[in-house]
């Protein structure tokens, strides 16, 4: 004899678990550390410094 589910139930059980994956992969794809975060910060600034560093001033529409 087969044993009696709960559909319910069952449905419950399956979107909790389905929730889990989908955490855990956040989890992988977006958890960063803040010492990390602050790096990134930190490295976009001194490129930007960098760049902007090497532009040219604007020209002068009369000096040809």
């Known amino acids: 004899m087969a ?3 709960n559909l319910r139930m069952a ?3 399956k979107a909790r678990a ?3 994956t989908k955490a855990e992969q956040n989890r992988v794809l977006h ?3 803040g010492s990390d975060k602050r ?3 930190q490295r976009k600034a ?3 410094a960098l760049l902007d560093g090497h532009k040219l001033p ?3 529409e009369n000096e040809r």
Do not use: F, H, M, Q
Request: cysteine-free.
């Open 3 to 5: 044993d009696i589910v």
């Open 11 to 13: 449905r419950k059980r």
């Open 18 to 20: 389905e929730e889990a």
């Open 31 to 33: 958890g960063r550390s």
């Open 39 to 41: 790096l990134e910060t």
């Open 46 to 48: 001194r490129e930007a």
């Open 58 to 60: 604007p020209r002068d």
